[in-house]
């Protein structure tokens, strides 16, 4: 018997499965894919997340991997461009966009190394009760049988369509409709660069990776979705070259270095995050609009608030059950505030105001610091709008 299974080895999961295994438990880490292997992701890792990876001994493991560091971010909208960086989290100052199948893997390896056992390959499939709480999950590696394996805790790290979150029944506590569809592909574009273009109805967002390459990503409203989809790629070259076209005109000629990839499902919720022997991290406990680029951040903070909310106390009920209402409390505090802040920048609208806002903002280093800091999650919306500056508007 296990003390904890994790279903889902990406980053959330292969996270928590690493913090686990570093207090001593005994944990089973599930993935269905065949790692390494690429997903869908914007890749970028703002501050407080390159924090979390630098607290557990792996942001050299990723500077390694030849993924440059991002210092600065340029933002431009209705004729404005503010160019900062967000305020250091724990003397972090820079932000990372790795290629996820480099990664997920350095989190998994962690994660063995710590003790963890890892089983790719693997399909998670029903999960065990007793005596109404989970009590562990069937599987099957490939081509192998069913089997049945127990723990005093299963943890859905499985994605926004979570098959664990659906078993459970996982309530909704807070939902929206999807607002934006999104595509992407790299581009050979040297050099460290996060950069924001925004225009109405549409958003342009461009990051450094791997190897020389730049993610560049195009959102548009999702009542677009149904007739971009069918020509997307030459809708997506329009948004790239109508709303950066500095960056646009420097790859125009040779194009882009991948196939193109995209979504039109990106769903809004919050589900309640634990309940009697099962817990859930990163999308499978909430998702939002990938526009922000917070999803792997928010799945290294996830874990982090579950494995501290785990430690010091036996696994086994009620005390199990305690920490783990703790946890969705904590959890459900963590992500609304970026759960709604996400949901307003996915509107894709530029109003007057926001306009006269980003003015004043730019007119002083100091609330340009204070708003990548926002946006990165090292500080509040409540720092930012202080009364102070509310009332200079």
């Given at each position: 018997?296990?003390?904890?299974?994790?279903?889902?080895?990406?980053?959330?999961?292969a996270a928590?499965?690493?913090?686990?295994?570093?207090?001593?438990?005994?944990?089973?880490l599930l993935?269905?894919?065949k790692?390494p292997?690429?997903?869908?992701?914007?890749l970028?890792?703002?501050?407080?997340?390159v924090a979390r990876?630098?607290?557990?001994g792996?942001?050299?493991?990723?500077?390694?991997?030849?993924?440059?560091?991002?210092d600065?971010?340029?933002?431009?909208?209705?004729g404005?461009?503010?160019?900062g960086s967000s305020?250091?989290?724990?003397?972090?100052?820079?932000?990372?966009?790795?290629?996820?199948?480099?990664?997920?893997?350095i989190?998994v390896?962690?994660?063995?190394?710590?003790?963890?056992?890892?089983?790719?390959e693997t399909?998670?499939?029903?999960?065990?009760?007793?005596?109404?709480?989970?009590?562990?999950?069937?599987?099957r590696t490939?081509?192998?049988?069913w089997?049945?394996?127990r723990?005093?805790l299963v943890i859905?790290?499985?994605?926004?369509r979570?098959?664990?979150?659906?078993?459970?029944?996982?309530?909704v506590?807070s939902?929206?409709?999807?607002?934006?569809?999104a595509y992407?592909?790299?581009?050979?574009?040297?050099?460290?660069?996060?950069s924001?273009h925004?225009?109405?109805?549409?958003?342009?967002g461009a990051?450094?990776?791997?190897?020389?390459a730049?993610l560049?990503?195009c959102?548009?409203?999702?009542?677009?979705?149904?007739r971009i989809?069918?020509?997307?790629?030459?809708?997506?070259l329009?948004?790239?070259?109508?709303?950066?076209p500095?960056?646009?005109?420097?790859?125009?000629?040779a194009?882009?270095v991948d196939?193109l990839?995209?979504t039109g499902?990106?769903?809004?919720?919050?589900?309640?995050a634990?309940g009697?022997?099962?817990?859930?991290?990163?999308?499978a406990?909430?998702h939002?609009?990938?526009i922000?680029a917070?999803g792997?951040?928010?799945?290294?903070?996830?874990?982090?608030?579950?494995?501290d909310?785990l430690a010091?106390?036996?696994?086994?009920?009620p005390t199990?059950?305690e920490?783990?209402?703790?946890?969705?409390a904590?959890?459900?505090?963590?992500?609304?505030d970026?759960f709604?802040?996400?949901?307003f920048?996915?509107?894709l609208?530029v109003?007057?105001e926001?306009?006269?806002?980003?003015?004043r903002?730019a007119?002083?280093?100091?609330?340009?610091?204070?708003?990548?800091s926002?946006l990165?999650?090292a500080c509040?919306?409540?720092?930012?709008?202080?009364?102070?500056?509310?009332?200079?508007l």
């Amino acid at each position: 018997m296990y003390d904890a299974i994790v279903v889902g080895a990406r980053c959330a999961g292969a996270a928590t499965a690493l913090l686990l295994a570093r207090q001593g438990r005994r944990v089973l880490l599930l993935e269905r894919a065949k790692f390494p292997k690429d997903t869908l992701s914007t890749l970028y890792i703002h501050q407080p997340g390159v924090a979390r990876l630098a607290a557990w001994g792996l942001l050299d493991r990723i500077a390694a991997t030849g993924c440059p560091p991002v210092d600065s971010v340029s933002y431009s909208v209705g004729g404005l461009r503010l160019t900062g960086s967000s305020r250091p989290v724990d003397g972090q100052g820079s932000a990372y966009a790795p290629r996820r199948y480099l990664l997920d893997q350095i989190l998994v390896d962690a994660a063995v190394a710590a003790g963890a056992e890892f089983r790719d390959e693997t399909s998670a499939g029903e999960l065990l009760f007793e005596d109404g709480r989970v009590a562990g999950v069937r599987c099957r590696t490939a081509g192998a049988t069913w089997q049945d394996e127990r723990a005093a805790l299963v943890i859905g790290a499985d994605g926004m369509r979570s098959q664990t979150a659906a078993q459970v029944k996982a309530v909704v506590l807070s939902e929206a409709g999807p607002r934006t569809c999104a595509y992407y592909t790299y581009w050979d574009l040297p050099g460290a660069r996060m950069s924001l273009h925004e225009a109405p109805g549409r958003w342009v967002g461009a990051v450094s990776t791997n190897d020389g390459a730049t993610l560049v990503g195009c959102y548009f409203p999702q009542t677009e979705f149904q007739r971009i989809k069918g020509n997307a790629l030459e809708a997506y070259l329009g948004c790239f070259r109508d709303n950066a076209p500095d960056l646009y005109e420097q790859v125009a000629d040779a194009g882009p270095v991948d196939r193109l990839y995209g979504t039109g499902d990106q769903q809004n919720f919050i589900r309640r995050a634990a309940g009697p022997g099962w817990a859930l991290v990163g999308d499978a406990a909430h998702h939002k609009d990938s526009i922000t680029a917070r999803g792997i951040t928010d799945a290294f903070l996830q874990a982090q608030l579950l494995a501290d909310s785990l430690a010091g106390t036996p696994w086994r009920a009620p005390t199990l059950d305690e920490s783990l209402r703790r946890y969705a409390a904590a959890h459900h505090d963590l992500v609304v505030d970026g759960f709604h802040s996400t949901l307003f920048v996915a509107e894709l609208t530029v109003k007057q105001e926001r306009l006269d806002m980003l003015c004043r903002v730019a007119e002083s280093e100091e609330m340009t610091a204070l708003y990548f800091s926002m946006l990165s999650g090292a500080c509040s919306a409540d720092d930012f709008f202080s009364d102070e500056f509310v009332a200079s508007l």
